[in-house]
């Protein structure tokens, strides 16, 4: 799709909108990455920000591609840089959000598509081809359960993907789930999503897969947290961060730790909490990126259990001094004024220090006596 569309406009982007601060610059930058290469660190606020991608855009025919809108401020602030020029150019808006889809049209031509669920045969088909082997079928003393499994889960292929992953016969034990197993999984996820259930309902199929790994890949996991969302993460990076972090443990097998976290990588890869991207000729991914709801869910998690504390300069009613933090990820274009309120003299513990797409002038590692990863 995207070969032909750029065919016909000057430009495109594709930006995800559940992060709610710098999409301004952030979509300059995407535009003309040598014109806009310093635009996340320069001192400019929002008005500024429109004012010069509306005048990018002004004589440009172009696609623009917002993805998961959550806030309708958001939208409201971003939408005065997209005048109608008269050249045909288009701003597609998505969102789960009914509310915010009507907030989105513009004028009575705009158009809301509604996303249908997959219908019964294509669940059907989805679950059964991610748990069994090419060419088998479901055993007779599964198919009812998992007929009541993949209709709890109401036609959401996110949420049929990830308990389809937990029972499938190709993971590492390569043995078929019994059936007690499959009764359990009924069982935990309650009503499901058949009767139109909301996000708490999706969070609890999500937190199903993540409970039923191993400790040492809740761990790998849980780290993916610091990311933000939609974020490209490069495999080898992540996993010498696994390694710093001291999650990687040799068993009896004599493995290096390397390779020990390329086959955690591929498991997360297999269970479909990760999506492989930059994907060879031999099928080995070189990054991968976290779907957003399973974010959500890290990021809860994360923080339920003080495992990291994420900074993205859109909480600064919250105190950043705390002193029980362990990993701390700044995120997204933080302001100087937010950056000085970084104590890291009060953060004696910290043992991970990530920064994406953040200007910070004042940030002292050498207070940081236990950093591990910077």
């Known amino acids: 799709v995207q070969g032909p ?3 016909h406009v000057y430009c495109w982007i594709w930006r995800t909108g559940q992060d709610n601060s710098g999409q301004s610059n952030k979509i300059l930058h995407e535009l003309d990455k040598s014109k806009y290469a310093t635009i996340n660190g320069a001192a400019r606020d929002n008005e500024q920000l429109i004012d010069e991608l509306r005048m990018f855009l002004q004589d440009k025919r172009y696609l ?13 602030l971003i939408k005065c840089a997209f005048s109608d020029n008269c050249l045909g150019s288009q701003v597609m808006t998505t969102t789960r959000i009914g509310s915010i889809s009507k907030a989105c049209c513009s004028s009575g031509d705009d158009i809301i598509y509604q996303m249908k669920p997959l219908t019964d045969d294509d669940s059907k088909r989805l679950f059964y081809k991610r748990i069994f082997p090419q060419g088998s079928v479901c055993p007779a003393e599964l198919e009812l ?6 209709k709890k889960c109401g036609g959401v292929p996110l949420a049929i993907i990830s308990i389809a992953s937990i029972l ?3 993971s590492q034990d390569q043995q078929m789930k019994p059936k007690y197993h499959w009764d359990n999984i009924l069982g935990y996820i309650g009503r499901g999503l058949a009767g139109g259930g909301g996000a708490k309902d999706m969070q609890r199929i999500l937190a199903f897969s993540y409970y039923d790994l191993p400790s040492h890949l809740k761990t790998c996991l849980l780290y993916l947290s610091i990311f933000p969302e939609d974020f490209e993460i490069r495999r080898d990076r992540l ?5 710093a972090e001291g999650f990687l443990q040799r068993g009896e097998e004599e493995t290096g730790l390397f390779e020990l976290g390329v086959s955690y990588f591929n498991e997360l890869a297999n269970r479909s909490l990760i999506q492989p991207v930059d994907v060879d000729a031999t099928g080995k991914a070189k990054a991968c990126r976290v779907h957003d ?9 994360s923080s339920e259990q003080n495992f990291a504390t994420i900074l993205d300069g859109t909480q600064q009613s919250k105190s950043i001094s705390h002193s029980k933090s362990r990993r701390l990820s700044f995120q997204n274009s933080m302001s100087e004024p937010t950056t000085n ?8 513990q910290v043992r ?3 920064l994406s797409f953040v200007y910070i002038s004042i940030m002292q590692s050498s207070l940081f006596s236990v950093l591990c990863v910077l």
């Open 5 to 7: 569309i750029k065919d």
């Open 64 to 76: 623009i591609v917002i993805d998961d809108i959550w806030d309708e401020k958001a939208w409201e």
């Open 145 to 150: 359960v998992s007929r009541e499994i993949f």
């Open 168 to 170: 499938d016969s190709n």
């Open 239 to 243: 996993i010498w961060m696994w390694i």
């Open 293 to 301: 709801m399973v974010l959500d869910m890290l990021c809860s998690m």
């Open 341 to 348: 309120l970084i104590d890291a003299t009060s953060m004696p």
């Open 352 to 354: 991970s220090a990530v």
